[in-house]
């Protein structure tokens, strides 16, 4: 059975600062890896996507690798501000399956 | 692109009541959708699949006859919650694979805050 763990759950810094967030899964058996942003009381928005066959991605200020065989991801996110203060989550793709199985979520502060 | 759209965003209804959730695909067709559950602070739970035109597929532990997922259409998937209670009351979100295929993402509503007094 697929399980995803983040950590830290949560993780307040000074604004300015570079930060990782970690992700890792027990079975390397994934389709991709998916990192999502969730504001407090709303849906998920989708921030990278990395596939199994691919190391990493990046977005404007956001950075995600993937190491398969070792069964971590890590979100980098440079020069933080507060509007980043949200909750990260991860989730991977199960290979033959549709299903999605996420992570408890690192819930990042980010301090002016 | 790939919008997901979620009404309503908040509900109140009293014990007993059944409530109502849609999710609409706005610019694509979803054949399959899902939907999740999520707890205070806690991460998202697959309650279920749902497919076009056939029976939706629930996770183990998930009443069939409580939350009843009905997807008639390419674009339209409804999820009501039946003589609902208070510990019903949740965070109910759902998905929809991209277009290009589930190996490209998923795209999520905004949610549904559902409470039972």
């Known amino acids: 059975k697929q399980e995803v763990t983040q950590i830290p759950a949560a993780l307040s810094v000074p604004e300015g600062e570079n930060l990782v967030l970690n992700c890792s899964f027990t079975?390397?058996?994934?389709?991709?890896l998916q990192w999502f942003r969730q504001d407090p009381g709303k849906g998920l928005t989708s921030l990278l996507l990395?596939?199994?066959?691919?190391r990493e991605q990046t977005s404007g200020r956001l950075n995600a690798s993937l190491d398969k065989s070792s069964g971590r991801s890590t979100l980098y996110i440079a020069a933080s501000q507060p509007g980043d203060s949200a909750t990260y989550l991860c989730a991977v793709l199960i290979q033959g399956a549709q299903k999605l199985v996420f992570g408890q979520g690192t819930r990042l502060t980010i301090n002016p | 692109g790939a919008v997901v759209s979620q009404h309503p965003s908040w509900v109140i209804c009293k014990s007993g009541t059944s409530v109502k959730i849609e999710c609409r695909s706005l610019?694509?067709?979803?054949?399959?959708m899902f939907w999740y559950r999520q707890f205070p602070k806690q991460s998202l739970m697959l309650m279920a699949t749902?497919?076009?035109?056939?029976?939706?597929?629930?996770e183990q532990g998930v009443e069939k006859d409580k939350f009843l997922i009905n997807h008639a259409s390419l674009t339209l998937s409804t999820l009501t919650v039946t003589s609902a209670h208070p510990e019903d009351s949740s965070f109910y979100i759902c998905?929809?694979?991209?277009?290009?295929?589930?190996?490209?993402?998923?795209?999520f509503g905004s949610g549904t805050r559902l409470t039972v007094v």
């Open positions: 610019d694509f067709q979803a054949t399959t």
């Open positions: 079975d390397s058996a994934i389709y991709n």
């Open positions: 990395i596939q199994s066959s691919q």
């Open positions: 749902s497919n076009e035109g056939s029976k939706a597929t629930y």
């Open positions: 998905s929809a694979s991209t277009p290009r295929g589930v190996e490209y993402g998923y795209t």
